[in-house]
């Protein structure tokens, strides 16, 4: 959880990944082909126990929202 709070909207997906210590698995990824900016990508990482995870969503290579469940 300590993690997962010290991620905040607006950093970058290289960021994050620094804070968490790996990469996430894509679950969803939109790219309307007008550039980068428009890309969405949403990112899960499973937490410890069954069940728990994080979501975490980024357009144009920012976080822009984030999402937890089951995280201690």
């Given at each position: 959880?300590?993690?997962?709070?010290?991620?905040?909207?607006?950093?970058?997906?290289?960021?994050?990944?620094?804070?968490?210590?790996?990469?996430?698995?894509?679950?969803?990824e939109t790219d309307l082909g007008f550039g980068s900016e428009y890309r969405t990508v949403?990112?899960?990482?499973?937490?410890?126990?069954?069940g728990a995870n994080a979501n975490f969503t980024f357009q144009g290579g920012k976080l822009v929202a984030k999402a937890q469940i089951g995280l201690d």
């Open positions: 959880m300590e993690q997962y709070n010290a991620c905040k909207v607006g950093m970058t997906y290289s960021q994050v990944v620094q804070i968490l210590g790996y990469e996430g698995e894509i679950v969803s949403i990112y899960v990482y499973y937490g410890r126990t069954t």
